[in-house]
């Protein structure tokens, strides 16, 4: 391994000294890479060259250890690589080429990470959609990415259909779920579902089989070695608030965050699992579910759609040794109602992200995990798309409370005033900016919004601004406030939903709460909470009143809700975040009428 990125530059407003942050490790606690007790390094070493070339580097080294987990179907990282150098000769048959355009529409199966480490192996660039968008945006994340082929599943074979006369692509790859099972699963499997119609023989689209033929057939050059700065894969953002902007990602964003995530958080080894849960399109499910894992030797557990149903069936036979997810996956840990004999013992890792984490949802969540014997408590994470996913993490053994932890390694945080680039005290809200190897390239065809986001400051470095508040104390723990978008002014005041929102979900009757602000020709807005109850009970006015009167000695007047609506769920967007903007949408709606 070797350093391939200059060492930052010790910004302003950052409190690392010396080589390593160190807290205290409980006895009879086990940490598999540090040898001093509770180091957190500073500064890491990264590999030097492509996503590929380092999992091939884990597959050489561990050749025997499975790689990923399919219903069943387990396969090593020996075969696992062969796969996707089967699969990157049949990407050449199709005439793709260095730094083409490749999508994949795809939920995680094994054709979706083998497909994407192929499109890596031959130079060419991953751009992940996920399979449940709209077909407008379909067509537009084609055809705005240049895409020349795009693989999906056959049920999501008519929405292709439909708009195969707009849509600009070489070739149209067609995979049956079934290509990723082995055994009498896949001979079974085809009975089991319903409504999903065969490919028509006319449909011009290419099938699995017919594509691996292409590749068994081909003899020619196809393997890339990738440098650290080459574009890698394309996410999208903005799915909750504005426009979906394509964010292009290098392999060192993905190197980096896969070894920043294991360093910081201690606790992955090779041959343990990884329940991989969140959908590969998005940067947590692709960047630390999937390549983070495959990087340190873990074992990928592929679902391919999340169920509420199966959710603890899923973790008595699987026995996962890490889960990381979005805050409604942990909510939906109490609300399991045949976990009884369940066992979370096992569990080494449990890490947060995606979205804010309530102080009262995350001591009711290890207060569930402690209760079915893990010793390990929830870890909450914070980041962006723009820099992959998480940058920041709370240490294993160290938690403040309303922290989202401290910067990974060689990762650098600063809160400025709001739009400018102005460091402010500590304990001070303002926008929190990010430097780091994990920062993006930029904004696929948006140079305007790229320089609006990423800003070179006085000390030279380039800083992601992340249009989220926050504040740092003075040991550099941060504290996500809120979205600067989100923000609620009411009669003058700054209201962060996320602080109500700790307050609700801390009532003993209350599961998951959501704070939006509601238009109010007096105050400009007013405060609203959506609100789940626990399973069993139903709301009430009186039940209102009492939310009421618990918030009103807990927070500032102006902060308290004045109204309150009884939801049994709450909405959500495709990666399980709680979906604020529609609920607003349907406010706005109502107000309009």
């Known amino acids: 391994m070797t350093t391939n990125n200059a060492p930052l530059k010790k910004p302003v407003h950052t409190l690392f000294v010396d080589k390593t942050r160190r807290f205290p490790i409980p006895e009879g606690i086990d940490t598999p890479w540090f040898k001093t007790a509770g180091e957190v390094p500073v500064q890491v070493d990264y590999f030097d060259g492509s996503m590929i070339d380092a999992i091939e580097a884990t597959a050489k080294a561990h050749p025997e250890i499975i790689a990923y987990d399919f219903y069943g179907n387990k396969v090593t990282f020996k075969d696992f690589i062969g796969q996707i150098h089967r699969v990157a000769k049949g990407l050449k048959a199709q005439g793709i080429g260095i730094g083409d355009r490749v999508t994949i529409c795809m939920p995680n199966t094994p054709q979706a990470i083998i497909m994407f480490y192929a499109i890596n192996r031959i130079g060419a660039i991953a751009n992940m959609i996920h399979p449940l968008s709209g077909e407008e945006e379909i067509v537009g994340y084609i055809n705005n990415s240049q895409s020349k082929l795009c693989i999906t599943l056959l049920q999501f074979y008519p929405k292709f259909r439909k708009n195969m006369g707009r849509i600009k692509l070489d070739t149209l790859l067609i995979c049956d779920i079934t290509d990723g099972l082995a055994g009498i699963k896949k001979v079974l499997f085809p009975f089991t579902r319903k409504g999903v119609e065969k490919l028509p023989k006319n449909s011009g689209a290419l099938t699995w089989k017919e594509f691996l033929k292409g590749a068994d057939a081909y003899d020619g050059e196809y393997i890339h070695h990738g440098d650290s700065d080459d574009t890698a ?59 983070t894992a495959l990087y340190w030797g873990a074992t990928c557990i592929l679902v391919p759609q ?165 504040t740092m104390d003075e040991e550099g723990f941060i504290y996500f406030k809120q979205r ?87 909405p959500k967007t495709l990666v399980g975040k709680v979906a604020y903007r529609e609920l607003e949408r349907e406010e706005e709606a109502k107000n309009a009428n």
């Open 233 to 291: 894969a394309i996410l999208y953002s903005g799915g909750t608030t504005g426009t979906n902007k394509g964010i292009l990602l290098s392999n060192l964003n993905f190197n980096g965050l896969a070894l920043q995530t294991g360093t910081a958080g201690d606790c992955l080894r090779p041959g343990h699992k990884m329940l991989s849960v969140m959908p590969i399109f998005h940067g947590f499910g692709l960047g630390v579910c999937i390549h």
């Open 484 to 570: 600067l978008k989100r923000m609620i002014i009411t009669g003058g005041y700054n209201v962060y939903p996320s602080q109500v929102e700790n307050v609700i979900d801390s009532h003993p009757d209350v599961v998951i709460s959501t704070v939006i602000g509601v238009k109010d020709d007096y105050r400009m807005h007013r405060v609203k909470a959506f609100v789940v109850l626990r399973n069993g009970l139903t709301g009430s006015e009186e039940l209102k009143e009492e939310l009421k009167e618990y918030c009103g000695t807990r927070l500032p007047k102006y902060a308290i809700p004045r109204e309150f609506e009884f939801r049994t769920d709450l």
């Open 306 to 470: 999340f169920d509420l149903n199966s959710y603890c069936a899923l973790l008595k036979k699987e026995k996962p040794n890490y889960i990381a997810g979005v805050p409604t996956l942990f909510e939906a840990l109490l609300r399991l109602e045949d976990a009884q004999d369940l066992d979370l013992s096992q569990l080494e890792g449990i890490f947060s992200g995606g979205d804010s984490l309530s102080i009262e949802l995350k001591a009711k969540v290890d207060a569930f995990l402690h209760e079915h014997g893990a010793s390990e408590q929830i870890r909450e994470g914070f980041g962006t798309t723009e820099c992959v996913t998480a940058s920041c993490l709370t240490p294993r053994f160290e938690y403040r409370e309303g922290s989202i932890g401290i910067p990974f390694p060689d990762t650098y945080y600063k809160i400025v005033m709001p739009y400018t680039q102005e460091t402010v005290p500590y304990g001070t809200v303002g926008e929190i900016c990010i430097a780091g190897p994990t920062v993006m390239q930029g904004y696929m065809d948006n140079p305007k919004e790229t320089a609006q986001t990423l800003q070179i400051h006085e000390d030279g470095l380039t800083w992601l601004h992340t249009g989220d508040l926050g």
